[in-house]
């Protein structure tokens, strides 16, 4: 009889200790796969917010505006910027613009004052760019000329205010005077971002210039791309078509601020995919050994009746094999049934971060990956095979006799 089919016949017969091997193997494998794929949903979420909230892909400032951006710095800006924007939008592989002024503001409402980060929009472009018509809660965007506002959930909670309420906004001007211009809100709405939903509100962009008085400039464009990886080389070409002009422009890649989060949130995230992938293993090695450790009398049975040390560890090598492709194909496939339901409906982390500053959304939505898949299910055969060679090695040159007298 082949060595294959005893094997079969071994785990058959032994159906209560390869379900116990099969369910550990299994689960470690279902496990590493959801948190690959939790992982890769954190980094494409860390990233989708950077571009969409803080720092496009390229991005267009006055070239003194970073140095001294903590303290809102209004009158260096980017000048003549509608036609920066009609320029920009004739360009090919441009996906969205997104003009805006940030500007410090503080709402004044029934004699109390509560400090928030204005942001002036073209909510026409905006749509576009960030989709922020996505995350209303409650009332519509307003449009140009309008004086009304967006205002997020979290910001609203202190003063109790709501679609039609009118707020106060006192603002600097780009003159270093100060201005203030009362708005009613249009719509709340629930920023992915929890530091940006407790602080942002959104006027349109006209009545910013208004505000601040800052005439058609604006303090940075933002710019999305069909493909990501052509940022550096539209940035260099920007610069080369507005040499002359104090502008700092640059890729999301070579933002300090920006794509450092991303390096450190890929370094922390594989840090706890190492350590869980060390924890899976551990699960299977140890069950792989204990299973094979505990079958000394049935090693000392089948040596006593001929079988060789090398038959031996082929024999228990084909059952941990046949076992862990089963287990590690039923682990991927519950693994992959259960991401793909996650990348719908997404996991809400809701208060757990607060006070967490980095730009993670409140929803994470895990990514399935073919490539990822495929590796978790080929490293749970691996590592099976290899935690039940070498205790198999090791047993299979034990004695016969002594093997039996093991209890």
Do not use: C
């Amino acid at each position: 009889m082949r060595l294959s089919q005893v094997a079969l016949r071994n785990i058959s017969r032994n159906r209560r200790r390869s379900l116990l091997s099969g369910i550990a193997i299994g689960v470690a494998a279902m496990s590493i796969l959801l948190l690959f794929a939790l992982v890769d949903g954190m980094e494409e979420d860390l990233a989708r917010n950077l571009h969409d909230f803080y720092s496009g892909m390229v991005r267009i400032r006055h070239s003194d505006y970073d140095a001294n951006e903590l303290v809102s710095p209004l009158h260096l800006r980017v000048e003549d910027a509608d036609a920066k924007v009609a320029t920009l939008q004739s360009l090919e592989g441009v996906a969205g613009l997104s003009p805006r002024i940030n500007f410090p503001t503080s709402i004044y409402r029934e004699g109390e004052t509560y400090n928030a980060q204005g942001i002036g929009t073209d909510f026409a472009l905006e749509v576009g760019y960030s989709g922020i018509d996505e995350y209303l809660v409650d009332g519509t965007l307003p449009v140009a000329g309008e004086r009304r506002m967006v205002i997020g959930t979290g910001l609203a909670a202190e003063p109790e205010v709501g679609v039609g309420d009118s707020l106060t906004l006192l603002s600097p001007t780009m003159r270093r005077s100060s201005n203030a211009i009362t708005f009613e809100i249009a719509a709340t709405i629930s920023l992915p971002v929890a530091s940006l939903n407790n602080m942002a509100l959104y006027i349109p962009l006209d009545q910013a210039r208004r505000l601040v008085q800052m005439d058609n400039s604006v303090t940075e464009i933002l710019v999305k791309l069909d493909n990501e990886r052509d940022s550096r080389e539209l940035a260099s070409s920007l610069l080369e078509r507005w040499e002359g002009e104090p502008l700092r422009i640059v890729s999301w890649r070579d933002i300090p601020s920006a794509y450092s989060f991303i390096e450190l949130a890929r370094g922390v995230y594989n840090g706890m995919a190492i350590v869980f992938f060390l924890l899976g293993s551990t699960v299977i090695i140890t069950t792989t050994m204990i299973v094979i450790f505990e079958r000394m009398r049935e090693i000392g049975t089948i040596a006593a009746m001929g079988m060789t040390g090398r038959q031996i560890i082929q024999l228990f090598f084909l059952e941990a094999l046949f076992i862990a492709i089963a287990a590690a194909f039923a682990g991927v496939v519950v693994g992959s049934a259960i991401t793909l339901v996650l990348q719908q409906v997404g996991i809400d982390l809701g208060s757990a971060l607060d006070g967490v500053e980095l730009e993670i959304g409140s929803t994470i939505y895990p990514k399935w990956n073919l490539l990822t898949t495929g590796f978790v299910f080929a490293y749970s055969v691996v590592v099976t095979g290899l935690a039940s060679y070498f205790p198999s090695r090791k047993v299979a040159r034990i004695e016969p006799v002594e093997a039996l007298h093991t209890t």
